[in-house]
Structure formats: structure tokens, C-alpha cells
């Protein structure tokens, strides 16, 4: 599922092909995909615009649009935008940008969203999200600030995008395990200096994923999993922590280990 490294990658990918060229069609073909805008309220917002740019917030992807309009898509677990191809059974939207560009939206679980909004719509929908990881804003102390004040178990504090935006199950694990913390632990329980090893853990994996994410995608078509980065943790048992350990946590799978992480 596409955390912060796999939306930055795939915004990397598409921004080069479609920046700069007009919407000439919509086609939503599932319109589940565009609630709660009707179908027909995409197409007549979108249409004729021209692309100005294309960015990440969070695990957003904002397509900025001639007019002060802008798209907002989530991926959620499974979708991903193409640059080329045709529409398959799993495109959900797609958009026409004229000498046979398209701009494809695939979800084959059909959980991500698109719509389009004002400028100022879009920054009140992102305005809860937390700072971006790679921004000034996003220090260590921050992160200890933040969790002074919450009693969330670490993972479930680390997925809650409003403390830091970005990180999904298997980054948010793939942290807490470099930083030997366990996934259950009530965030105001840990000291300050565990939060700043917290924080860099964060920043390194984050780092490595992007780099490993835009190899991955450096290809349209390929696969949202993350092939290139290994994580340690994630649905694994490798060296050397052998008794790696699944927790369900807010209905989702947590991998830890239960030597290392305290
Ligand atoms: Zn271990």
C-alpha cells in the first residue's frame, strides 16, 4: 500500500509526462471512485483545464489545475496512477491530455478517492495533517511534544497523520523496530532521548524508501509493492530477530519483535 515513499515516487513519475498539458476528457468509469462529487462534477471541473503541477502532502497526491482547481487523489491500499497504457478493468478514472497521453487512475480494491476541489478546499481537507517529515518543521522536539500529550500505543500514534504525515503500517513498524520500540507501548510512556532516536529512525527509513520507491517506479506499470526496500520487520522473520511477532492493532497487522523492542 503506497505510504509517503510510493506517493512521492509515483508523483516523481507522473509530474515529468502530464505537467503543462490540458485535460481534454474525463472518463470516470467507476463513480464510487469520485464520492462524494458525482462523476459529472469531475469531468465538468476538470475539463479544459490545463496542468500546472503536481505534489505530495501526507499520502495525497494534488494535481494542480489552470483556474485555482487542483485534484486530490488517495491511493488508499491499492490504487496507482499511469502515465501510459490503455484504461483495464481496475482504471477507475482516467483523463485525456491529447496526443494519446492519459493520466490513469487504477485501484483494483477500489478504496482510493479522486475529486476535484478550490485551492482553498484542498488546504482546509489537508490542514489536520501533521508537518511532512522532511520539513523544518518535523524536529525531534515536535515529536516529543506530541506524544507528551497522547496516550496512543506508539504504532497507532505514528499512522494518525496528524503528528507526522505520511507513515503507514510497514514504515510506522519499520521505525519502531530500528528504534527498539514496541508497537503497544503508550506513547507518553517513553523518555525524550527515545523519542529523538525515534524521530532520526523515522527520517532513515523514510529516506531509504524514497530512494528505493523511485527505483521501483521508475517504470510505469510496475508493481505498488515495495520491492526494493527490505524492510527488517515487515511480514518477516530474518536475522537476526527470528521471533518475529504479528499483533493486530486498529485492525491491522504489526510486526515486531519481542526481544528487541521494549
Ligand atoms: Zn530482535
Known sequence: MPELPEVEAICGMISPAITGRTIKAVHVVRALATRPQAPAAVARLATGRKIRAVHRRGK???I????GLAI???LRMTGH???DGKPSASTRVWFELGRGRALLFDDPRALGRLAVH???EIQRLLAELGPEPFSPEFTPQWLIEEARRSRQAAKLFLTDQKHVAGL???YAAEALFRARIHPARPVNSLSPARLATLHGAILSVLR???KSAKIAYKYPGKSL???EFAPAVYGRGGEPCRAIRRIVQAGRSTYYCPKCQR
Open 168 to 170: 503507514g503500517n510497514i
Open 81 to 83: 496512477l499511469h502515465v
Open 225 to 227: 509493492e515495495t520491492e
Open 72 to 74: 486530490r487523489i488517495h
Open 208 to 210: 531509504e524508501a524514497v
Open 64 to 67: 494542480g489545475l489552470s483556474g
Open 60 to 62: 495525497n497526491i494534488v
Open 118 to 120: 478550490t485551492e482553498a
